[in-house]
T-cell receptor
């Protein structure tokens, strides 16, 4: 079975500051990793995903994440945030094997960007 | 269609009534998932369909919840005898392969 821990439930940050949202996972098998963003009253939008290859993944809106297998982490970063980045961010995993599999989500991190 | 479509976008129902929530996946996607997001909570897996295989119902919270998927496309999630704790946003996702899940905008269910 897999589990995902998002270490911060809320992250306040000032506009134009850098931000890191932390995600750790547990799994006995290799996994695919994802970050999704949810703006108020909207569904989930894929920010980025790690499937294989380079451990540094670049996504939309200037976000990037680094897969660290030894630390079982997939932290999300942005060097300079905007007010419009205020949203809920979810880390998720799914196992590589076995065909189609459900996504296992973390509890989410609420990013609040202040002027 | 271009994305996953869910209807209605909002539903207010009286406690004890039955509700049906609809999901139209992306054309050609063989896997379809339902999740529930309660206020201030993460996403809770409910059920998933993949092709003609038996659905994985392991996440359904009670026997008041059921879902079907007709013709390998549209899915309906039915909640019978709704309770206030059923109030949540119900999200549907579809995928072709494990590397890309597309979510709909959700149905916000309020049980009064």
């Amino acid at each position: 079975a897999q589990s995902v821990t998002q270490l911060d439930s809320q992250v306040p940050v000032f506009e134009e500051a850098p931000v890191e949202l932390r995600c750790n996972y547990s799994s006995s098998v290799s996994v695919y990793l994802f970050w999704y963003v949810q703006y108020p009253n909207q569904g989930l939008q894929l920010l980025l995903k790690y499937l294989s290859g380079s451990t540094l993944v670049k996504g939309i809106n200037g976000f990037e994440a680094e897969f660290n297998k030894s630390q079982t982490s997939f932290h999300l970063r942005k060097p300079s945030v905007h007010i419009s980045d205020t949203a809920e961010y979810f880390c998720a995993v799914t196992p590589l094997s076995g065909g189609y599999n459900k996504l296992i989500f973390g509890a989410g991190t609420r990013l609040a960007v202040h002027p | 269609g271009a994305g996953v479509s869910q209807s209605p976008s909002n539903k207010v129902t009286e406690k004890g009534k039955d509700v049906e929530l609809r999901c139209d996946p992306i054309s050609g996607h063989t896997a379809l998932y339902w999740y529930r997001q309660s206020l201030g909570q993460g996403l809770e897996f409910l059920i998933y369909f993949q092709g003609n295989s038996a659905p994985d119902k392991s996440g359904l919270p009670s026997d008041r919840f059921s879902a079907e998927r007709t013709g390998g496309s549209v899915s309906t999630l039915t909640i019978q005898r709704t309770q206030q704790e059923d109030s949540a946003v119900y999200l549907c996702a579809s995928t072709e392969g494990s590397n890309g899940y597309t979510f709909g905008s959700g149905t916000r269910l309020t049980v009064v």
